[in-house]
């Protein structure tokens, strides 16, 4: 018997956590984001008039190519995350022995506990330009000296990070997916090949946009990443906002830059979300 | 024959108990209980926290104060957001920070005047080196005398440069590692302002230079804290700098390193460092506390391995730093004395220009 009564109220303990935790400063940072910032003090000015200002100082050609690179070198790094991380997925829900797939689904989790800041300096010492690995870069046509090693450096930065979350998010997608359907294909003289793209691929699609969106999310929003290896070349929008809280105490841009961030941010992901329920729903019944 | 009612126990046995605390606290056989201060004190990583750990336990042989350290990350200026989020709540009560923090500070009216009857020590501190209020109040405890310099690794240079502007040369291209604007308080943005006539209220020249050389490439790496500028030099992947004495001093500690402290056409920043209490600290304990590490011998101990100068006159520098400071007949020639009142009302365009203007050329 359904009780819908009950249902509802089970939500409020939750309601009663979220609203004051996330709405609550979101309107805080709101409310900042129109303040005037006094050159010198810290913070905005609580006495003066609100402004759009902050935001339109944002407008200029400069920080919309912040915003580019952000969203593009995490693009980057998520797509890369999901071409490396969909076999590893594949191979141990499908072809791993249970030993084996115990061992690689704990090197995964394994590595979510290792700390970023530990795997980012590995990265830097590794590939950097007196790194063993310093001529990586070379296979990519990039110099070791180049200001693009700090791009690269940022993609591998991430890539580390995402690519165990990807992984162990498709992992589930694959389980998923009946292998009796491949085995039909297989049987009716299908190839490997057509039945792994018609059949495995096609119906692992919303799963892979799902674990496209949480690497997504986790690249963007990344601070630490382009800090320690970006060398000061590449900043991320976090970066800016980190600058402007921390640093200058211009909390003013910073809520604004933090607002337009957020507003972009959720704008493609629902616009991903949309395309996913649209699109691919019913493939991934 | 008598016999005991419980109120004839109840009484005797109060009485008699308190007649033997009275007894036993009388000769302090048996002293109430009394909590010890706790403070709370942000202090830069790397050696700063090391010596400051070491004085520590020193002053804990005389003192109950117990103390917590958090260092601060990034730039000492990351600091006055945090103090700003929780104000008049704050954890801190005691901040090792410099010259320009200490300028945000007073301005945002949080600091405790220095009780010079608790910190006794600040008499024999040369009076320019404390920061003042509008009112003339001592607000600082100053620890040190700092700077920022130009510099190199002779083992990666052997030649050197002889100015600044020899840094455009296509030999050091890539080598050249600088601070984020806003660390260090601009002080990059006016050397080299500096080096093209200008200074921190005409900064232009200063700009101008910047761009030449993030155009050239010569930039390999922008730090914004004391450990990456370590590390980065660390490596060998750069060889010339402008950085404060602390990351030049743990640099030396493995390389050759020459400091550019007396070039023709340039000057070397001076500034101090030290503790300041915030409003809110109980104020016995932590003007304690400051007053042990302004001591001569303490303050001696201090500077000893972090590159700077002691403010004790009496106190002895390091040997290593011969030639890292100036005499006082050379600061006149050598010396700059920014102003960081002014400083820290730019900070906030700088950071917008270099993000505008310097990045889009670093990144070529």
Known sequence: MKRPGLTASMLWPALIVILPLLFGPLLVLLHESLKPHIAGRVGGDATSALTLENYALLAGPEYAQYFLDTFRIGLISTVLALMLGYPMAHFIVRRASPIMRRILIASLIGTLFLSLIVRIYAISMTFGSLGPLAGFSRLLGIAPTSPSVAELMVVLGLLNTTMPLVALTLIGTIQNINPRLEDAALSLGAPHWKTFVQITLAMSVPGILSAGIIGYAFCISNLVVPMLVGRGFVLFVSNLIYFRFSEVANFPSGAALSIVMMVISLGIFYGLLHLVRTQWQEAGK | ?364
């Open chain 2, 1 to 364: 024959m008598s016999s005991i009612t419980r109120r004839t126990f109840t009484q005797g046995a109060l009485a008699g108990s308190g007649l033997a605390m009275g007894g036993l606290m009388a000769p302090g056989m048996i002293r109430p209980a009394v909590a010890a201060d706790r403070l709370m004190v942000v202090q830069w990583g790397a050696q700063w926290i090391d010596v400051s750990k070491q004085l520590l336990t020193k002053y804990q042989q005389t003192s109950d104060t117990q103390v917590a350290w958090e260092l601060h990350s990034g730039g000492a200026a990351a600091v006055v957001a945090k103090i700003k989020a929780t104000w008049p709540n704050t954890q801190y009560n005691v901040l090792s920070v410099w010259d320009p923090v200490f300028r945000s500070l007073m301005a945002e009216d949080w600091l405790v005047p220095v009780d010079e009857n608790i910190v006794t020590n600040l008499k024999t501190i040369p009076d320019q080196f404390i920061q003042k209020n509008a009112a003339g109040q001592k607000m600082t405890i100053p620890l040190s005398t700092a700077g920022a310099f130009w510099g190199y690794r002779e083992d990666l240079l052997p030649g050197g440069f002889e100015s600044i502007e020899d840094l455009l040369k296509p030999e050091f291209k890539g080598k050249l590692c600088v601070p984020y604007p806003i660390n260090l308080t601009g002080l990059f943005i006016v050397s080299c302002a500096i080096q093209r006539g200008g200074d921190e209220k005409n900064a232009e020249p200063g700009w101008e230079f910047v761009k030449e050389l993030a155009k050239a490439g010569q930039i390999g790496e922008i730090c914004t804290s004391n450990s990456e500028y370590i590390n980065a030099m660390a490596t060998g992947q750069y060889s010339v700098g402008f950085w404060n004495n602390g990351g030049w001093f743990a640099t030396a500690k493995n390389f050759p390193v020459k400091i550019m402290n007396r070039m023709p056409d340039n000057k070397g920043f001076l500034y101090n460092e030290g503790f300041c209490v915030l409003k809110g600290a109980p104020e016995k304990a932590a003007f304690e506390f400051a007053n042990f590490f302004a001591d001569p011998a303490n303050n001696e101990i201090y500077n000893m391995n972090l590159g700077s100068g002691p403010t004790q006159p009496t106190a002895k520098t390091n040997p290593k730093l011969d030639g890292w400071y100036y005499a006082p007949d050379e600061l006149g020639k050598h010396a700059y004395f920014a102003d960081f009142a002014y400083l820290g009302k730019v900070m906030n365009e700088w950071n917008a220009r270099w993000e505008k203007e310097i990045v889009p050329l670093v990144r070529g």
